[in-house]
């Protein structure tokens, strides 16, 4: 039966997309027909035959890598937009015989790949040694020959075909699984279908007659790659390894959240720009040469450099140099960034939401003490959350362990509560794990007091405890109600613990007597220095908003005493009466969200991201994932549970809060680079093509030879290299800073039309110094003329139009001494006596000072240009701020 059983698993290795999973065979069965096709009982496999099956299926090693693979990095690298056109002018170049571009071209795509590479390839090591902190076992019910089974802690790895497997919130589905029973299980698995929402999933006998449109849609399946969100549930292991879905449905770009970050969006819409300039300037310069002066072999070869000379082949090498610095810069301050382009989303985060319980709080939660009804200090309470407490920490995983039930098992046994072994004794106590959407746990505990009884133990948030007591008057409920309130407004949050007598027989757990039987009083306190991070963060323009599962006015008096100003609270339960619009401008304004279960606060994170805004989510706990997930930037605090971690896109290496505003000013500071870098190559290379058309049109000659336009590329872009070096770090700034495509557009067209307009004034100039381009150096002079006017030019557009963005960003020194080698080689290159080699001819005394008139004119333009620039920015700036 099991060698079947192998038969119905391996075709998924050999046909990956087909569409149907091999193991979609025995999952369409009931639940016993499924165990049989796996020769498995509900009571799991036998040690011997796991050991065999081990053998024959391999290790089950499907769970997702730290980062992409180093193959799949090399791929997105060499994907990049700019990488692929320098690859493509290199290959152009290499074919028409030009060897020196070809080597530049060469020499700049493994440049821009290796840095982009090595950056990666540090920030994987250092999540792969976090992850080893991940829990990376799966809980496993194996027996030794006919004795009872056992439920054991297994490396994932270990899981074979027909194991049978419990799940709990926080863990990762470790193999493609068929439910046998299920409470509450809703699963985020959108790493395998892109989509955020969770799934609920429930143990149907029968699955429904008509298949699902897909498999990740049958609700009674469970597939690898996929996190456990809520509830509880044993399954059938019905693949493993490379047979699961998760290899076949595992894509790069569906890991993460859909859409590329900001920053590289607008390079590659930079680059498409860029490339429409080629594709229409080059070949209209030809056309208009060719009409005007007829054909010439000179024209190919000039069509060849001209493609090269207006392509910014620096943009990948310049921005992975500035993401990287950023990067490298975060790291050493112990922050751990998964990718790249995530620094520029940073540098564009408008909305921090931030978790609340070990987020803002110190993560350890003082136990106070027992509370009867009236408020008056009682340990039964005590005693009773922390005999449950004990039950779920021996039966979960020590990973995902609740600090909550530590600390109320730490404060009984200190307080000598659990010395005597009665009444609570004795027997496998059956747990209910804490689920953040139900808000409490609970246990059924064996009881020896004179005789043997069943005690279910319910602790947790007290609205949700006292639904589940049904016979509670309702006085008595207000009062209770009212108690939360007084405590909570004092700073104390409370716990409701109830007790139920249980029948003798049956594993069902009967909510029916639930009895309400006291508090316990538990403070957070705020994390050490958080009110001055937080109140450093919102100074830098950045919205903050608190997201939590605790009780309104407990999370409201820990913002009091953070100096968070809180505009309004809403319960996760009011969400659903708001729109999405409504929501959003709520939380950007600092509303506080209590009460919220994980999708909720999931929810808030999309409707902010919807309205635009780039949202950041600070969180620790497994209730915290979707809101991770669905941020633009997912930050995890170092104590965070390995889920969270998982799926940040940023670990902060320590608590302290301050790390937040160090990882904004990296942000804001590698875009305005970015920013800067863009706005002076596409602008001068916009230029460039207006006057090469404009030459075309007006010159006898070819505008520029191609050599000329090489050297000259070769110098500006040699210049633009200082853009990667930083300068002093000059802090966040007050406002976020954004890649804006429409104002790069408007900026080049401007300034490049500015540069135009010095280049056809030169062009005028020089026809009057030449006597109409009339004589045999005529050719020869306004190349120089125009050569060195360009980098001329060139220099005074790199610091002047370098610190055009909403960060304080000053041209560090590199840019000023890059500009000054740029001027003097602009002028000394044509009069070096390679020059001639170079088809430069020395320019009549004569020409000098016309030469300077429109380097000067164009400075004063430049000048003027951007003081009305700033205006604008600043006008731009109050209007969205208001
Ligand atoms: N281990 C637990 N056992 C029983 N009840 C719990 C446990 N952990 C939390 N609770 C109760 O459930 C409520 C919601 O918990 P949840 O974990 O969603 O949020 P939180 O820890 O209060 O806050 P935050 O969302 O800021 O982390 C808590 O306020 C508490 O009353």
Redesign the pocket.
Known sequence: MAERAAHQLRPARSRPDDGVPAALGPARLSRLQALRALDSTPRGLPEQEAEDRLARYGENTVLPEPGPGRLRRIRTALADPFTALLTGLAAVCAVIGSWGSTAILGALVAAACALRLTDEHRAATALTALRALVPTTATVLRRAGEAEPLARELPVEQLVPGDVVRLTAGDAVPADLRLLRAEGLTLDQSALTGESEPVHRAAVDLPPPAAASSPFEEPHLCFAGSTVITGSATALVLATGTGTRFGAAHRPGRVRRPGRSAVERGVRRAARAMILFMAAAVPATVAADTLLHGWSASLLPFAVAAAVGLTPELLPLVISAVLARGSAGLRRDGLVVRQLPVIGELGALDVLCL?????LTSGETAVLGGLDLAGEPDQEPLRWAALAAEAALLAGDPGLA?P??EALLVTADQAGLLDDPGPAAGGTPVVLP?D?VR???GAVLSVRDGGHRRLLVV???PEAVLDRCPGLPEEQRAAALALVERQAAAGR?L?AVALAEQPKLGTAVDFSGLRLLGFVALRDEPLAGAAAALAELSGTGVALTVL????PSTALRLCEQLGLAVDRVVAGSELAGLTEAEVAAAAARGALFARC?PEQKAAVVRALRRAGHTVGFLGD?V?DVPALRAADIGFATPGAVGAARAWADVLLGGTDLARLGRALSAGREGVARVAAYLRIALSCNLGNAISMLAGGVLLPFLPMLPAQVLLQNVCFDAAQLSFAVSGRATGPGSRPVRLRWGALAVFAVGFGLLNSVADVALFVVMRRVTGGFAGPDAEGMFHTAWFSENLLTQALALPALYGLTGARLRPPRPVWCAAAALAVLGVLLPELPFGAHLGFAALPVGAVGPLALVVLGYGVLLLAARRLWRLLAIWDGRRQAG
């Open positions: 978790d609340k319980t070990g987020t609740a909550l039930d804490f953040p808000r409490y746990a602790k947790g948030a949050r716990l939590t599962g605790d009780h279960d706990g209730n």
